[in-house]
């Protein structure tokens, strides 16, 4: 009987060297994942909850930013296509009359009964008055609580008078009859502050000392939208301070200058200077007046201009 040897399992059927087999190995390792490649490409591609789940993924995962963040626009904002050039006029005196020497003037306006109105500020000696409009003589004066520094007023609703406090972000309801304060109400602004109201339709503006202007619904007094003053050539303007509505566009003090404002209240756009420097040149001042300020429309055409302690208020007519 023929016994042959029996072959072992680890035997190779045919001979090959060490270096042919890493070779073969890195062939099968390629090909693997050349497989593996393709398969996961297909899978994404013909799968969307793989798509999706790939790009949360990216989504998540985070990537170190290749620049700081911009902190200011680098560009300055847009100009309307159809851009407003700004224009500088004057005025026409009509006639003067007396100022109470102790007015700091903060708001003025006529009201619908023919009533000039004033409002004074200072903490403790803040008051909202009735002006003679023939004679210049306060007709009735109510002084309001110290803490609060009286601003701009405007003719509300319901025959309430709505005045401004400075850094008290209180609006003062007034009633229009004894010039007492009824109620309040809070408000926020750009700058914490309030300066100038006057209306806008049935809404309100009110400028806070800075460049914006916001418009507030005139039954809840919320805002509504605001929009930033600026020339025609983009610079904005800042310290708007006592407003008044003429015309459809809205009239601004700027707060130390001896100029009006007319501004456009869809774009902002300051569409005319008005130049009072020589209604009461600076040079000729007392010590004791503080700055131009405070605009109140009597009728179509004719404004009443004054400052802040100053001697006279001025019947003027603006150039056209
Ligand atoms: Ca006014």
Request: proline share 5%; glycine share 6%.
């Amino acid at each position: 009987m023929e016994i042959s040897a029996p072959a072992t399992a680890s035997e190779p059927k045919s001979p090959s060297s060490p270096s042919s087999r890493r070779s073969r190995s890195l062939k099968v390792l390629i090909l693997a994942t050349l497989a593996a490649t393709l398969f996961a490409c297909l899978y994404i591609k013909y799968n969307p909850n793989a798509q999706e789940a790939a790009a949360e993924k990216a989504l998540l995962t985070p990537t170190k930013p290749t620049k700081e963040p911009t902190k200011e626009p680098t560009k300055e904002p847009s100009k309307p296509s159809n851009p407003i050039t700004t224009h500088t006029k004057g005025y026409t005196l009509i006639s003067t009359l007396p100022h109470s020497r102790d007015s700091f003037t903060q708001g003025l306006f006529y009201s619908s009964t023919n009533r000039l109105i004033e409002s004074c500020g200072l903490y403790g000696k803040s008051s909202i008055r009735e002006i003679d409009i023939n004679t210049g003589d306060v007709i009735k004066n109510n002084v309001i609580e110290e803490k609060y520094f009286a601003e701009g007023v405007v003719e509300g609703k319901n025959n309430q008078f709505i005045m401004l406090t400075w850094k008290e972000s209180t609006g003062l309801l007034v009633d229009s009859s004894d010039l007492t304060v009824t109620s309040k109400f809070g408000y926020r602004t750009h700058t914490s502050e309030g300066w100038g109201i006057t209306n806008l339709g049935d809404d309100y503006v009110v400028s806070d000392g800075s460049a914006w202007l916001f418009v507030w619904d005139g039954v809840t007094m919320e805002e509504k939208r605001r929009f930033k003053v600026r020339m025609s050539d983009g610079k904005y303007v800042r310290f708007l301070n006592e407003l008044e509505f003429y015309k459809g566009d809205i009239l601004a003090n700027i707060w130390y200058s001896d100029i009006i404002i007319r501004i456009d209240v869809e774009t902002g756009i300051v569409k005319t200077i008005y130049d009072f420097k020589s209604l009461w040149p600076s040079h000729e001042r007392s010590s004791l007046a503080d700055c131009f300020n405070g605009i109140a429309v009597l009728d179509d055409d004719v404004l009443m201009v004054t400052g802040k302690l100053w001697p006279k208020m001025y019947k003027v007519k603006l150039d056209d």
